[in-house]
């Protein structure tokens, strides 16, 4: 039999998202930045190493705005 859940779980599921979100907005200000700047720059110019980790950004923006 499956132990029992306990009392405080919502309370910590509640305070891990208080937590996230700010995080999250965080972290989509960062993307939409990096995007920007990778937008911005010259067709011939070398990839910064700032668009591979804007990749991976807008990775974890999608996995983080998909419905739950």
């Known amino acids: 039999m499956p132990a029992p859940i ?3 779980l919502p309370a910590f599921e509640v305070a891990v998202a208080d937590v996230a979100e700010p ?6 200000e ?3 930045e990096t995007v920007k700047v990778a ?4 067709d011939d110019a070398a990839p910064a190493p700032d668009v591979a980790v ?3 950004l807008l990775d974890t ?3 983080l ?3 739950r």
């Open 30 to 32: 960062e993307i939409d």
């Open 54 to 56: 804007a990749v991976v």
């Open 39 to 42: 937008l911005d720059a010259p």
């Open 65 to 67: 705005d998909a419905p």
């Open 6 to 8: 306990p009392a405080t």
């Open 23 to 28: 995080v999250a907005d965080d972290l989509c």
């Open 61 to 63: 923006q999608e996995t």
